[in-house]
């Protein structure tokens, strides 16, 4: 047990100085696939919130719109 945490912290530190490492080189992107799979992210992030954007519209102002449609329909 003790091995396996002292292996995921070893990988976390790897990992750690691989980002600090290209954040000093400002080379955050070493290759293609680091820019699609950043491009990706991000726009699924961006329609995320694009979703909950449209239904918080869609409750807080649509509600007391239906509600004054049925009033006038009865």
Known sequence: CHLSTF?????????????VSRLQSKK???????IASFAVFFIFIGMVLLL??????????CCCCDEKVRMLLV
């Not at 292996?7 to 980002?19: C, K, P």
């Not at 992107?29 to 680091?34: E, R, V």
């Not at 909950?52 to 102002?61: G, S, T």
């Open 52 to 61: 909950v954007i449209l239904v918080l519209i869609r409750c807080c102002c």
């Open 28 to 34: 955050m992107f070493q290759s293609d696939w680091d």
């Open 7 to 19: 292996n995921i912290q070893l990988d976390f530190e790897n990992q750690f100085n691989d980002v």
